[in-house]
């Protein structure tokens, strides 16, 4: 029996639905991860990247890992034991960052903000400036909270103090613009599944000049073999292609696809269709009694996260279980301090479609009439 599995309509925090060409680029003959057939599309992958992160940077490269593993990437290769690590933290995933820097011995201090807000750009500086931290870290788009936090600033008050700049851009690669080089970002993530609309899997990431100088002057090696980037340098970083692990062959192959469609649409538009998406969908909730819990100018487009009517709270599991049982959709709940309280829907990709949301709005009317 081959294995079988339901199709849904996936608007939770992730993974998104994947583009039918996507997954037939994927299931393209198998090359070998040396064949020069694979250099030529890996090297597109490459050179996409850098333009949809906005930099110039060499070491632009889909890690073989999810996002969790570029974050680890970030911190394995710039914290050495006793190094000052500040994170911003707003939501789940700022919390994960400080306890990876904390694993590689980085003595972690926090800024805080409240679930739903944006990190106060001044307290940020104010605490760069005190601590003088070798690196900075925040998260721009907080999938837990839905929270699009203003970065330039930040940036440049690190960098100002001789920090490095790590930026968390697992959810909002290619539905918001990026530009990692004007901005000042020395190291940046994402993950495939979310505004890709590839299957999970791979981690693109880009690291600047002054993280492989960082690298270069440790006083011991980066701890984890895998994601040493002096090591992933011979292979992803020159022409040379240099063995260090199988690159997982297929999956670049579909990530080459899904760029070249972000490519052809364009960042400009695609971010535009994304808030089209997010304003039909909050316009069409609010009757239902579904609020927008971030404030307008700090509402992410491709994650909206918004805050359950009294009627639903106590039973949201079950709603969310109708919703996928019957309707085949897929929503994401509440994660952390606002589990129960919220709804995550995510119009990644390429499902920020006005029929994505209507399909979306008219279950979840039928379900809350029944
Ligand atoms: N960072 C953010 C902002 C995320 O949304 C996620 C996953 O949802 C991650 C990191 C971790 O990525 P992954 O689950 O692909 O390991």
Known sequence: MPISLPERLLLGPGPSNVHPDVRAAMASPLVGHMDPAFHRVLE??????????GTENRMTLPLSTTGSGGMEACFANTVEPGDRVLVGVNGVFGERMSEVARRY???????????GTALDVDEMATAIRRLEPSVVAVVHAETSTGVCQPVEAIARTAREAGALFVLDCVTSLAGLPLRLDAWGVDAAYSGTQKCLSCPPGLSPASFGERVLERVKGRSRPVPVWYLDLSLLDGYFGSGDRVYHHTAPVSAIVGLAEALRRVEAEGMEAREARHRAASARLLAG???LGFEPLVDEAHRLPMLNAVCLPDTVRGREAALRGRLLERHGIEVGAGLGKLAGSIWRIGLMGENARPEVVDRLLDALAQELAG
């Open 105 to 115: 011995g980085a003595e972690v201090t926090r800024v805080e903000s409240d679930p």
């Open 285 to 287: 909730l609010a009757p």
């Open 44 to 53: 597109e992958v490459q050179e996409r990247l850098r333009h949809l992160f």
